[in-house]
């Protein structure tokens, strides 16, 4: 599987932003695909994720309310959709991809996702 996120940018404290997802290759083996983000000299974390299969959805709690993710099964794609976006938002978005079953516990852990996409660059400015 391969992935290529697009959509990132600049923004200022409160606007939106949407940032996407496109998969191409073995994408029938995916159960799930979701963002992870990373800022300067801070670990990767967990940002949102969604099922393949059954759409369900799954938000840290830092961007619950402010972001929706959204997956397009026919097009092998998510978005994820930023309002309210905060200087803490800052980072690098990269989007994954999981190949096996998932449960609302292990799906925040990058280590169990098996396809990372390049990331893309969000930067928001007070």
């Known amino acids: 599987v391969q992935l290529q996120a697009s959509g990132g940018g600049m923004a200022q404290a409160g606007d939106p932003l949407r940032i996407s997802c496109v998969a191409s290759?073995?994408?029938?083996?995916?159960?799930?695909m979701g963002w992870f983000r990373q800022a300067p000299g801070k670990e990767r974390e967990f940002v949102a994720a969604?099922?393949?299969?059954?759409?369900?959805?799954y938000y840290a709690d830092s961007v619950q309310g402010r972001f929706t993710i959204t997956n397009n099964r026919a097009k092998n794609s998510m978005s994820l959709q930023m309002n309210n976006l905060k200087p803490e938002d800052t980072a690098i978005y990269y989007c994954?991809?999981?190949?096996?079953?998932?449960?609302?516990?292990?799906?925040?852990?990058?280590?169990?996702?098996?396809?990372w996409g390049q990331g893309t660059l969000v930067t928001v400015s007070s």
């Open positions: 290759g073995r994408t029938f083996s995916m159960y799930a």
């Open positions: 994954a991809a999981k190949t096996e079953a998932f449960n609302s516990i292990n799906i925040v852990r990058p280590t169990t996702y098996a396809y």
């Open positions: 969604v099922s393949t299969v059954g759409g369900s959805t």
